[in-house]
């Protein structure tokens, strides 16, 4: 009775199978759209010299945290590592469905974010700076984590055509990474995790 008064007041009420059968038509366009740019990244993208950049930014960077950190702070580093990945690759994903930016060169056609950035770079190079300069104010190291990443990588990434702002601009990312730096130093020394930071 209730979602009968809900849909009166919001619209013309329709049927459950009229939505239905809108909703499965739109799905299909998205499946169709989405074979479509499946199709096309093997033939474009898969294995050409901008795929396996993204390749080595994927591995290089975790390869030389992992053989040059300080083995002590491994746990509380790789916990706000994965906080960063996660929080990037969902913050991505939303500004990829709103048509704010786009990847070019995505590593795999079926996971939306660039992976090289949310997965790697963000995170390892968050946990460098985290480890590195411990009596530094996390507000000062989060406000050059997000210089470098806004105002360094960003433009970067554009220059090699990995990342194509369409609704976006850096400015607005640079709050967003010091925000970012800063909740995850915060998890990274955390005593509820028995951080060993100091």
């Known amino acids: 009775m209730l979602w009968k008064i ?9 049927k459950t199978s009229d939505i239905n059968k809108d909703i499965l038509q739109i799905f299909s ?8 740019f499946a199709d ?27 053989k040059f950190h300080n083995r002590k702070y491994t746990g509380d580093l790789l916990r706000a590592g ?4 996660i929080i990037t690759l969902s913050l ?28 790697t770079l963000l995170p390892v190079s968050m946990m460098l700076m985290i480890e590195v300069k411990p009596q ?18 960003e433009p970067i990434a554009i220059y090699l055509d990995l990342y194509k702002p369409i609704l976006w601009n850096s400015l607005y990312s640079f709050p967003i990474y010091i925000l970012l730096f800063l909740l995850s130093n915060k998890i990274a020394k955390s005593k509820k995790f028995n951080s060993r930071f100091s």
């Open 136 to 153: 530094w104010s996390p507000l000062l190291k989060g406000f050059i984590y997000a210089v470098l990443a806004s105002f360094v990588g």
């Open 82 to 85: 994965f906080f960063m990945a």
């Open 6 to 14: 809900i849909i009166t007041v919001v619209g013309v009420p329709m």
């Open 92 to 119: 991505d994903s939303i500004g990829l469905q709103f048509g704010l930016w786009i990847y070019p060169f995505n590593m795999f056609p079926f996971i939306t974010g660039y992976l090289p950035w949310d997965l």
């Open 40 to 66: 096309k990244w093997q033939q474009l993208i898969l294995f050409s010299p901008r795929w396996w950049l993204g390749f080595i930014l994927s591995t290089f960077p975790w390869i030389l945290w992992w």
């Open 29 to 36: 366009n998205y499946n169709q759209a989405h074979h479509s």
